[in-house]
């Protein structure tokens, strides 16, 4: 976990560094990687604690960050580990991205007591689902070599 941990920070540091011009508060989400295989490979008590891991990790920001980071992380695991089971990996990033994004626009709305942001869901639903694919498949892409690293580290 701690491993996973220290991938999503890093993980969530370098899309820092790639701002998406024109959209305010759209990401890439690259940190939801770790938690979307978590979700797939670890179970429930791992995909919660790395998302209460990232919630207090938030907190080095600010508290509204710490918020809006339980909110989404919280919310989105617990929509993907509903449809783990009967859905596949693309589809339920896809819907983790999108309650992620939902969670953390109704939290904003209740800490700012403005509902006018409330506007800017279908923004969020659809930057939600290109997201969340992009999630999926760079997941696909690096689950291999993600679960070779932890497989060597275990047989140490």
């Known amino acids: 976990m701690g491993m996973l941990f220290a991938l999503a920070i890093a ?9 998406l011009p024109g959209i305010p508060g759209i990401k890439l989400g ?7 295989y978590c979700v797939s490979a670890l179970g429930p008590l791992s995909a919660l604690a790395l998302a209460a891991l990232k919630a207090l990790f938030a907190l080095t920001r600010s508290p509204t960050a710490c918020m809006l980071s339980a909110a989404g992380g919280f919310c989105s695991v617990v929509v993907m580990l509903l449809l783990s089971r009967k859905s596949s990996q693309a589809f339920c990033s896809v819907c983790g991205a999108v309650s992620h994004n939902m969670a953390q626009l109704g939290v904003a709305a209740l800490l700012f007591q403005n ?3 409330l506007y800017y869901l279908p923004v969020l639903v659809i930057s939600g689902v290109i997201m969340g694919l992009i999630t999926a498949t760079l ?7 993600v679960k070779k690293a932890i497989n060597k580290k275990n047989n140490r």
Request: aromatic content about 8%; hydrophobic content about 55%; proline content about 8%.
């Open 30 to 36: 690259l940190s939801n990687i770790v938690t979307l």
């Open 11 to 19: 993980l969530n540091w370098l899309e820092s560094l790639v701002p």
């Open 139 to 145: 997941l696909k892409g690096v689950e291999p070599v």
């Open 115 to 117: 509902a006018y942001v």
